[in-house]
């Protein structure tokens, strides 16, 4: 047998016992996120209690600006903004029975967007100093005593979520508020979600649930909801937090299928050993012959 | 009737056009001098470790007092784009083979302190054993110093530099022999013991060829990754590279009974080299900027729902 069981992939593929292969002997269930975005009402609860828990400061332009882009003024995740609603106005039918008999009606698509604490998580990869962790919840965190703000995690992370912020110099995201489940409370955001949208908890249950909403959701004619990041045979080993969309990823600024950068690894470290001996035989060669 | 012979351009959705990924907080000059000057530190270590062994004196010297010099200078670039320079010690906090910078500091730490010993030993004449094995072991640090960076960029999400993997490290390659013919050259202006710097501009022409290449296959190797190459700020630089690689190849060639064709070489290769480090931080950016290349390499087919909706 030399093929790697779930328990071994620690680059690529399904990874059954995420802390566990981090070195917890004894750790709890691996939590997370269920966004179930069709249940969305775009209240930015989640981005408010977020701030507010967190404590997260008001730079890089997070508030007071308008971006003209519907009712976003957030814009994107950032080293201050760990929650992200978007709002996309589409000029088409929610479903075919409630158009407005020229075949048109706007749909507002409303997602609370957040770190999805990969399986196989880039940042935490090619963290050079070891302050990206993977905590006994099987969520990924950040030490700000120990990140030397080096920017590697920036632009490792597939979904652009990780970011540095001005004037901190440090790498900052959302924790899944490691405080708060160490003292056994829900994450701020989920706990403010008025419509639970946010659900939070054992991510074993969450993927169960999200299959029966799923399935409610076809059964009603809303053909285009579909699972993100649920799936452990994805490019990331599944997401920590993983969301209901109603349309392709890329609408609501996610990507549509992204894979682990490290999965290549292997490979890249092997192709710069080649560059190395084409160097070394290169300067061997200039040496060669006689001197003139 | 015209036959349409092009596939009609591939339209990408997208969340307002704005960004999926974060651009690279890496900056100018910073990453490119860090990178110049460690490809450069490393071609000369090796340079300077067959040198000594083949009595070649002038070119020794050079070469160890350039390397060990280059190696600290690279590494204050290096920490000026830490977000808290005061903590680049946190980088030996840890060894991670999935970390290329974890990698790459412990690599460059072991250069700096081996290209110092010998660059020690050939300034004060004495350290004689111990400066011609830590000369010889950092022929070993050079190679590695200089190509890892190609792994550094490529191990992240931004699509040109993740599909350049094989690219990337040689034309790191090819600049470290450049770099280092160019330094050879420009000492040999100067120096009276000419043929002493035969193998320097041999180096640079070998190194002319390589990193030209890889620039190729940057700018053709990944149809739309290679198009930050191409296009923009990246693709200008990484032209402009090419030319002044070439040319400097070129002026090489007459180097050897021309001092200045020497100068000329040694001030065209340097530029080629730090243009096309330049050129990747910037097509890097310009990769990550837009979303299209995230959607497209992720859709091969280009179809939207080309995976499998649960």
């Given at each position: 047998m030399t093929g790697k069981t779930a328990d071994q992939n620690s680059l690529f593929g399904p990874l059954a016992d995420v802390s566990g292969n981090a070195g917890y002997t004894e750790h709890p269930q691996r939590v997370g996120f269920f966004t179930d975005t069709s249940v969305c009402i775009g209240c930015k609860a989640c981005e408010v209690a977020c701030k507010e828990w967190n404590g997260l400061p008001d730079s890089d332009g997070d508030v007071l600006e308008l971006t003209g882009l519907s009712y976003d003024n957030t814009a994107a995740l950032t080293a201050n903004s760990w929650r992200h609603v978007a709002f996309i106005e589409q000029d088409k039918p929610l479903i075919d029975a409630q158009s407005d008999g020229d075949g048109h009606a706007t749909r507002w698509l409303m997602a609370s967007d957040v770190c999805k604490h990969c399986t196989h998580a880039a940042c935490l990869d090619v963290c050079p100093t070891g302050a990206l962790v993977r905590t006994e919840f099987g969520t990924v965190i950040v030490q700000p005593d120990v990140c030397n703000g080096c920017a590697y995690c920036v632009s490792a992370c597939p979904f652009g979520v990780i970011d540095r912020r001005e004037g901190d110099g440090r790498a900052w995201k959302c924790t899944m508020c490691y405080d708060r489940l160490r003292g056994g409370l829900e994450p701020a955001c989920a706990k403010a979600c008025p419509t639970d949208s946010i659900q939070f908890g054992p991510l074993d249950e969450l993927r169960a649930l999200a299959q029966t909403r799923l399935a409610d959701l076809h059964a009603a004619g809303e053909t285009g909801a579909r699972l993100y990041g649920e799936d452990p045979d994805d490019g990331i080993g599944g997401a920590g937090a993983f969301f209901l969309l109603l349309d392709e990823p890329e609408v609501y600024g996610l990507p549509p299928d992204p894979v682990v950068t490290t999965k290549d690894l292997p490979d890249m470290w092997r192709w710069a050993g080649a560059a190395a001996g084409v160097l070394a035989a290169g300067v061997v060669m200039a040496f060669s012959g006689r001197r003139k | 009737m015209s036959e349409q012979l092009q596939v009609p351009p591939a339209e990408f959705q997208s969340y307002y056009g704005r960004p999926i990924l974060k651009v690279a907080k890496w900056k100018e000059p910073d990453l490119p001098a860090y990178l110049f000057l460690g490809e450069m530190s490393g071609a000369l270590a090796m340079v300077g470790a067959m040198a000594h062994a083949t009595g070649r004196r002038s070119l020794a010297r050079t070469a160890r007092l350039a390397s060990a010099a280059s190696a600290f200078a690279g590494g204050a670039f290096l920490t000026a784009e830490l977000g808290r320079p005061e903590r680049f010690a946190n980088m030996l906090r840890v060894a991670k083979p999935t970390s290329p910078m974890s990698m790459g500091s412990w690599i460059l730490a072991a250069h700096s302190g081996l290209t110092s010993l010998a660059a020690a030993s050939e300034v004060?004449?004495?350290?004689g054993i111990a400066g011609g094995m830590a000369g010889a072991a950092s022929a070993i640090t050079g190679p590695l110093l200089a190509t890892y960076p190609g792994v550094l960029l490529a191990n992240t999400a931004v699509p040109a530099w993740h599909a350049a993997h094989r690219e990337l490290p040689m034309l790191f390659a090819g600049g470290a022999m450049t770099a280092a013919g160019a330094a050879g050259l420009a000492a040999s202006v100067v120096s009276r013991d000419r043929a002493d710097f035969d193998a320097a501009r041999k180096l640079a022409l070998i190194g002319a060829g390589v990193e030209s290449l890889a620039g190729y296959g940057l700018e053709h190797g990944h149809g739309l990754d290679s198009e930050p190459y191409q296009t923009g700020d990246g693709g200008k630089m990484l032209a402009a590279a090419r030319y002044l690689t070439i040319g400097g190849g070129i002026a090489a060639l007459a180097a050897r009974r021309s001092r200045t064709a020497a100068a000329v070489s040694a001030a065209m290769l340097t530029g080629g080299g730090v243009c096309a480090k330049i050129a990747v931080l910037r097509a890097g950016k310009a990769s990550a900027a837009d979303p299209k290349y995230v959607v497209a390499s992720q859709r091969p087919d280009g179809q939207p729902g080309s995976r499998s909706l649960a």
């Open positions: - | 004060t004449g004495s350290l």
